[in-house]
Every structure is written in C-alpha cells, then in structure tokens.
C-alpha cells in the first residue's frame, strides 16, 4: 500500500508542476520528468523525452 500511496504522490507532484496525462507513467519516468522540469525544461518535453 505505501508503494501506491507513494507513486499517487509523485503523480500529484509531477501534476503541479504541469506535467500532464501521467498516469501511465512509472515512478522512474515521473522523477525524470520532474528533474528535467526542475531544470527549465518545459513540461510536455520533459514528458515526452522520458517517456521515450
């Protein structure tokens, strides 16, 4: 259950800060996204690129 409790986190986080659409993301694919966000990168690419 903390794991679930913990990916919806992320989710919520990756969400505020613009990334959208992220359910199918996994946890490693959210924290990269929200790195490269974190670093100017603009949300959909940020997505996009770790997506793959």
Known sequence: M???SRLHDLRQ??????I???S???EGQLRQ???K???GASP???KREARG
Not at 13 to 18: L, P, S
């Open 2 to 4: 903390a794991d679930r």
């Open 13 to 18: 986080q990756a969400h505020d800060k613009g």
């Open 20 to 22: 959208q659409g992220n």
């Open 24 to 26: 199918k993301m996994t």
């Open 33 to 35: 996204a929200m790195k």
């Open 37 to 39: 966000v974190d670093k």
């Open 44 to 46: 959909q690419a940020a």
